[in-house]
C-alpha cells in the first residue's frame, strides 16, 4: 500500500467488502502462517499447507519428442485439464497466462492426449513455475526441467508445491531446492474436489 495511506483501516474496510460481496461463495486463500488465526475469524479454515522452494542449476534435459509448446495443444483440451486441477474452467484466465509476456509454457503430449504442462515466467528476482500439473512425478519433472532449461546458471528458479502432494515435495528435493516460504491454504467451506496428486506447482499464491 502507498505509504500515506497505511495506518486508516482501508485494508480493514476492503477485506470486510469483499468478504461481504463473497458471503455466497466457498473463498480460499494462500495467507502466511502468522494470519491464520485473523483468518479464521472471516470463517476460514486451514486445508494445508503450500511450500514455495528454490532451486538453481537444475539438470539439463534431454530432447523429448512427447514435448511440445503449449501453442500446439488444442485449447478447449488445455482448459478441460486445467480445471481438473483447479476446480472450475477458467478459460479467459488461461488465454492471457499461457501466454504473457517473458514467459514460457510446455505441454507434454501422448497419442494426442494431454499429460501435463506448465509455465514458467520473469519475476523480480529470478522464475517462477506455475501451474506446473502433471499425471505423474516423471511428466512433472520432464515439463520442470525443460522449463528450467534457458534460465541462465546462478538465477533462482520457484516452485510452490502443495505439502499433500509426497510425489511434488520427493520431486523439489531430488533437485535439492530449498523451502524458502510458506503459505497456509484456507477455505470458507469444504476444500474443492480437485485431483492434487497431479499439482505439482500451483498457479500463483497471488491469483490463486
Given amino acids: 500500500m502507498i505509504p500515506e495511506y497505511r495506518g486508516k483501516g482501508l485494508g480493514a474496510v476492503l477485506w470486510q467488502h469483499a468478504m461481504r460481496h463473497l458471503k455466497n461463495q466457498n473463498t480460499g486463500l494462500d495467507g ?6 485473523n483468518y479464521g475469524k472471516s470463517g476460514f479454515k486451514l486445508a494445508y499447507r503450500n511450500i514455495r522452494y528454490q532451486g538453481t542449476e537444475l539438470p539439463k534435459i534431454a530432447a523429448d ?3 511440445v509448446p503449449l501453442d500446439n495443444v488444442d485449447f ?3 482448459a478441460a485439464y486445467d480445471s481438473k486441477f483447479f476446480g472450475v474452467p ?11 509476456p517473458e ?7 501422448r497419442d494426442r492426449k494431454l499429460d ?4 514458467i515466467r520473469r519475476c523480480r528476482r529470478g522464475f517462477k513455475v506455475g501451474p506446473l500439473f502433471a499425471n505423474d512425478e516423471k511428466i512433472a519433472e520432464t515439463l520442470l526441467l525443460e522449463l528450467s532449461s534457458d534460465v541462465a546458471i546462478g538465477q533462482p528458479i520457484f516452485l510452490d508445491v502443495p505439502e499433500v502432494n509426497p510425489a511434488a515435495i520427493r520431486l523439489v528435493e531430488q533437485h535439492r531446492m530449498n523451502k524458502v516460504f510458506e503459505t497456509a491454504r484456507m477455505y470458507t467451506d469444504a476444500p474443492p474436489a480437485i485431483e492434487l496428486e497431479g499439482v505439482f506447482g500451483v498457479t500463483t499464491f497471488e491469483l490463486g
Fill in 116 to 119: 501435463g504442462y506448465g509455465v
Fill in 65 to 67: 519428442e512427447e514435448l
Fill in 76 to 78: 478447449e483440451q488445455l
Fill in 90 to 100: 477458467r478459460k479467459r484466465f488461461l488465454e492471457g497466462w499461457v501466454r504473457m
Fill in 32 to 37: 502466511v502462517l502468522q494470519q491464520q488465526e
Fill in 103 to 109: 514467459s514460457r509454457a510446455v505441454a507434454v503430449m
